[in-house]
């Protein structure tokens, strides 16, 4: 058991800080996960916008996506660390604590993240305000539907300009070989 949870762990490595996945991210687009906290730093740290292990260039608009598959999988890995008999991660082993440190870490720091990037919203009452009572009867502004009557008739066709079956063919443009080839000298 212990030999199959060590082939999985590899996997399972952030190859930033070569320790288990935290709130794994994935790049966008080359796909490779890394922790969120490793990512996040990473960009912050490299301007030119480039994957950690590939270089691809990422997305400006959504580099890193949180992979909650891996983030999945690392919770049962862990489980099953501690379930085997490994000390170190069992619920107050040395290994888990950290591991849940780095954890609890990085859901405060994308709390912060996320409440200094929101926007402080106006009011609604604010805005509206000011406005003055809009007259909400929209039947004086509905044209009548011409278009039911039964003598209705469409003649505003021709204003837009012959239709596509009354357009001109284009000529094409023969060469000066193939003109002469026609008998034209």
Known sequence: MKQLLSSFEDELTCPICCDLFVAAHVGNPCGHSVCGDCGWLWSKKNKDGGCSV?????????????????????EKHVQALGSSGDKDWLPNGTKFTEWSFRKKKWKMDAALRAKAKVPARR?????????DPIDLNLAQWIAPD??????YVNDDIEEHGPTAEHQPRRRRLRSRAAWRQAGHS
Not at 61 to 66: A, R, S, V, Y
Not at 123 to 131: N, P
Request: hydrophobic share 40%.
């Open 54 to 74: 590939c270089r691809t260039k990422m997305s400006k608009e959504l580099p890193m996506i949180p992979n909650i598959a891996i983030d999945n999988l690392v």
């Open 146 to 151: 011409d278009e039911d009557d039964g003598d």
């Open 123 to 131: 009011k609604a009452v604010e805005i509206f305000d000011f406005l």
